[in-house]
């Protein structure tokens, strides 16, 4: 056995545990140890498929042995909070599924937590190791698209519909993550919501998000579960190219050289730009797609997290990360006319 792995214990097996702990399975460089489960079936999962763990019902195990050292949070996000805190004050490094916490005031208290233990703290905002998201980001930083005009996302389908969160909280974390992350984690102006309950009440299934950033940027965030097709696509529209990110097709990134440009117009006085006689220019050029080396989001995360648990290093959707992405959810009021 290597005694250099890392020893972590995982909470929760449910709908997306399972494929975290088959990515964290998989690393040489650590070892989980422990699963935990209240579902007699998902303990009989875990036991039938990933033998090497401890499938146990609760965490009282987990928080006394000092050969964890980190611990992998999948739970209702109801729960994140109280499970990161426990885990904090135990002494363990944590990741936590998104959302981090429901509240920014629980963000701030396992921020001091675990600054007060030089403990590790990372959401799991999967898409930002996503190496297509990655790109666009280049292309952003590198001045390719010029200057960031706005940015449009669908987060779309048909089923899974939840009562513990709504459609926003669902799904919403991954696209404001990824703009945040686009923009160098700006704080938005403005945040302005409105959806609606149709299948539960007070839990909407549709819902518009609006925020508006400094340098006259918007970014609009549409997610439902009520709706017939699949769709995971961003637009960011540029003053010099355009780029669509659909996570979905098989090119995943479509870069457009399209654009309208203002005309200098020569006016009877001698001045140019007159803005009584504005005309433009548009353009419209190639489209490329590039090919994307992609490799597993989730494993990229998994790697991250050890790898700051064992160098001690900041995670790239560590606190900051995560708590301005709470904020905004937070600040999303829900409005219905």
């Not at 590198?142 to 899974?160: A, P, T």
């Not at 355009?242 to 009877?268: F, H, P, Q, S, T």
Request: aromatic share 8%.
């Amino acid at each position: 056995m290597n005694n250099n792995r890392i020893v972590l214990a995982q909470f929760g097996c449910g709908y997306w545990g399972p494929n975290l702990l088959r990515n964290y399975s998989a690393l040489p460089n650590c070892r989980v140890k422990y699963v935990v489960d209240a579902s007699p079936d998902r303990r009989a999962y875990v036991a039938a498929n990933f033998p090497q763990a401890q499938a146990v019902e609760s965490i009282g195990p987990v928080l006394t042995d000092p050969e964890v050292k980190g611990v992998i949070i999948a739970t209702p996000a109801g729960t994140h909070f109280e499970l990161a805190k426990q885990a904090l004050q135990a002494g363990k490094h944590v990741f936590v599924e998104k959302p981090l916490a429901t509240k920014v005031t629980e963000v701030d208290e396992l921020a001091r937590s675990a600054a007060e233990r030089k403990l590790v703290v990372m959401a799991g905002h999967t898409f930002i190791y996503n190496a297509a998201v990655r790109y666009v980001k280049k292309l952003m930083d590198d001045g390719e698209l010029g200057e960031i005009r706005y940015i449009h996302s669908q987060r779309l389908n048909l089923g899974r519909i939840r009562s513990d969160i709504d459609a926003l909280w669902n799904f919403a974390p991954h696209d404001i993550s990824i703009i945040q992350y686009w923009l160098g984690d700006p704080e938005p102006l403005s945040v302005f919501r409105q959806g609606m309950d149709y299948m539960q009440e007070e839990v909407d299934d549709v819902v518009f998000l609006s925020l508006v950033y400094p340098g006259k940027i918007m970014a609009n965030i549409h997610v439902s579960w009520l709706d017939p097709q699949k769709v995971r696509k961003m637009i960011v529209v540029g003053s010099r190219k355009m780029v669509v990110y659909d996570d979905v097709a098989d090119d995943k990134i479509a870069i457009y050289d399209k654009g309208i440009d203002r005309r200098a117009v020569l006016g009877e006085n001698m001045d140019f730009d007159n803005p009584r006689r504005l005309q433009f220019d548009y353009r419209s050029g190639d489209i490329l797609m590039p090919q994307i080396r992609f490799s597993e989001p989730l494993r990229a995360e998994a790697e991250h997290y050890v790898d700051c648990i064992r160098n001690q290093r900041v995670p790239l959707t560590g606190i900051d990360h995560a708590r301005k992405v709470v904020s905004i959810l937070e600040r999303s009021k829900p409005f219905r006319g």
